[in-house]
Each structure stands twice: as structure tokens, then as C-alpha cells.
């Protein structure tokens, strides 16, 4: 008990003399400052498509190219790239002799996964935040070869129900409302990014995915999956031959702000 007694006064002690006029007493001690730093240089490596639904870089995709079983076309290369742009098939017709609409074929993907409406892609990684502009044109009518009616002449390509979608949290590009293609081959503008905006990637989809009856080549009903968004009209008038017509669309990206 004595010991007890004999180390709380002395602890009583020691606090008390640490302890003047109410101010106590610090260890002596000392700050110093040191930096953090992070660069970046434009990226020119290819960008992989995405999914248009959840177009997330992390996340790449195969899209078929119902056009050409060798398809698709790699991405532009650069830091300002088109990474993807769908192929546009209107499916297997009969021949009418009335107007006609059809509609493309939608987005179909390697791994099986659900159609989407068809895209095009595009990336800025220059980190200079100047804005771009997307055009297409369609370079002549749908035409065929070795055959006597050779051009579908009056035939028109427009899309419509366009949306722009993107994981970046940069300003969005704005995209046309309505594109009416030009077999005479102007350019028709797609989507566009003004200063300060379009720092990423995106994806400019036109329309959703429906299902309809349609027959193949043996007559039999099937079911197609179709975006009614994007459709080819036909007049009536026009003579067409028992063959495949085609045409070729040309997507340009410019380092040219929007307006």
C-alpha cells in the first residue's frame, strides 16, 4: 500500500511541473512539403468499338458487318479517331413495283449478345479540348453490276432517332436530329463537339432494335431484327433486276469545332 501510494504522488509531481500557468507543454516538431505531379501526351493507339448500350472503353466489343463476312474496317488511327460505323443492310427483298420503305438490318455483335441500334464511334485523346466535327456522304447510287437495271435511281438513305452516349463526363458532341443522305455525294454532318467539348469517347446511335416477319430465300417466314430508324425508300417506278445493289458510305472526322 505504501509503494501505491509513494508512485501516485510522484506521477501528482510530475504533471504538475509539466504544467505552468495552464499552458502544457509539446514535444518538439517540424513540417516540410514534397510534391505530387502527373503528365499527359496525346494517345494515337487505337480505341476498340464499344457497346452502344453501355459504351464503357473497359469493355470492348465485335461488331459484325453484315456486308462483308471479313469486316469490319479497323479504326482510323490518331489520337482524333472513328473507331467504328456500322454497315447499313436493308435485307433481302422482293421486287415491287410499288414505293417501298425498308429498314436496316440492326447492329449485330460476335458474342452473340442482344442487337442494338446501329452506331458510329468516335475518340479525342489529343487532351486539347478544340472540338471536332463528323460528316458522311454516300458516294453514288445503289448500283449492281453485269446487269441491264444497274442503278436503283431515286432511291434515298435517312437516319433518324439519333442518340449520343458516352462513360465520359466531358460536355456530349451534339448529334444531327435527321441525316438524308446524298447519292450526289455532299457530306451530311453527323455529330459535332465545340470548344471544351467531346473529350472522350462516344457513340452516336440511331433508333432501337424491333423484330419482324420477313422471308428468305426459300420462302419461309422468319424473324429479322430491324432499327426503323434508318431506312432505304425505293420508288415503285424504279426498275430492279433479280441482283444485290450497293453503294459505299465515306464517315470523315475533322479537327473543326462545332458550331
Given at each position: 500500500m505504501?509503494?501505491?501510494?509513494l508512485?501516485?504522488?510522484?506521477t501528482l509531481?510530475a504533471?504538475?511541473?509539466?504544467t505552468?500557468?495552464?499552458v502544457?507543454?509539446?514535444?518538439a516538431?517540424a513540417?516540410?512539403?514534397?510534391?505530387g505531379a502527373?503528365?499527359?501526351?496525346?494517345n494515337?493507339d487505337p480505341t476498340?468499338?464499344?457497346?452502344?448500350?453501355?459504351p464503357d472503353?473497359?469493355?470492348?466489343?465485335?461488331?459484325i458487318?453484315?456486308?462483308?463476312?471479313?469486316g469490319p474496317?479497323?479504326?482510323?488511327a490518331?489520337?482524333?479517331?472513328?473507331?467504328y460505323?456500322?454497315s447499313?443492310?436493308?435485307?433481302l427483298?422482293?421486287?415491287?413495283?410499288l414505293?417501298?420503305?425498308y429498314?436496316?438490318?440492326?447492329q449485330?455483335?460476335s458474342?452473340g449478345?442482344a442487337?442494338?441500334g446501329?452506331y458510329?464511334?468516335?475518340?479525342?485523346?489529343?487532351g486539347n479540348?478544340?472540338g471536332?466535327?463528323?460528316?458522311?456522304?454516300?458516294?453514288?447510287?445503289?448500283?449492281?453490276?453485269?446487269?441491264?437495271?444497274?442503278?436503283?435511281t431515286?432511291?434515298?438513305v435517312?437516319?433518324i432517332d439519333?442518340a449520343v452516349?458516352?462513360?465520359s463526363?466531358?460536355v456530349f458532341p451534339t448529334?444531327?436530329?435527321?441525316?438524308?443522305?446524298d447519292p450526289a455525294?455532299a457530306?451530311?454532318l453527323?455529330?459535332?463537339?465545340?470548344?471544351?467539348?467531346g473529350?472522350?469517347t462516344?457513340?452516336?446511335v440511331?433508333?432501337?432494335v424491333?423484330t419482324?416477319?420477313?422471308?428468305?430465300?426459300?420462302?419461309?417466314?422468319?424473324?429479322a431484327e430491324?432499327?426503323?430508324?434508318?431506312t432505304?425508300?425505293?420508288?415503285?417506278?424504279?426498275?430492279?433486276d433479280?441482283?444485290?445493289?450497293?453503294?459505299?458510305?465515306?464517315w470523315s472526322?475533322?479537327?473543326?469545332?462545332g458550331?
Amino acid at each position: 500500500m505504501k509503494a501505491t501510494k509513494l508512485i501516485a504522488v510522484a506521477t501528482l509531481a510530475a504533471l504538475s511541473l509539466s504544467t505552468v500557468g495552464g499552458v502544457v507543454s509539446h514535444a518538439a516538431g517540424a513540417e516540410y512539403e514534397s510534391n505530387g505531379a502527373v503528365e499527359f501526351i496525346p494517345n494515337t493507339d487505337p480505341t476498340d468499338p464499344v457497346d452502344p448500350t453501355d459504351p464503357d472503353p473497359n469493355n470492348p466489343v465485335e461488331p459484325i458487318d453484315p456486308t462483308d463476312p471479313t469486316g469490319p474496317n479497323p479504326g482510323t488511327a490518331g489520337p482524333l479517331s472513328i473507331d467504328y460505323a456500322s454497315s447499313l443492310d436493308f435485307g433481302l427483298n422482293k421486287i415491287s413495283n410499288l414505293d417501298e420503305v425498308y429498314y436496316a438490318r440492326a447492329q449485330q455483335f460476335s458474342d452473340g449478345r442482344a442487337a442494338t441500334g446501329n452506331y458510329v464511334q468516335v475518340t479525342d485523346k489529343r487532351g486539347n479540348n478544340e472540338g471536332w466535327t463528323l460528316k458522311v456522304k454516300q458516294n453514288g447510287q445503289f448500283t449492281a453490276t453485269s446487269t441491264l437495271n444497274d442503278t436503283l435511281t431515286g432511291s434515298a438513305v435517312s437516319l433518324i432517332d439519333a442518340a449520343v452516349d458516352s462513360k465520359s463526363t466531358a460536355v456530349f458532341p451534339t448529334a444531327a436530329a435527321t441525316i438524308d443522305l446524298d447519292p450526289a455525294g455532299a457530306e451530311s454532318l453527323v455529330m459535332s463537339a465545340k470548344d471544351g467539348e467531346g473529350n472522350g469517347t462516344f457513340v452516336d446511335v440511331w433508333g432501337d432494335v424491333e423484330t419482324v416477319k420477313e422471308t428468305d430465300r426459300n420462302g419461309v417466314e422468319v424473324d429479322a431484327e430491324v432499327n426503323k430508324a434508318i431506312t432505304l425508300s425505293v420508288p415503285g417506278s424504279t426498275p430492279k433486276d433479280a441482283v444485290k445493289y450497293s453503294t459505299l458510305l465515306t464517315w470523315s472526322l475533322s479537327d473543326v469545332p462545332g458550331n
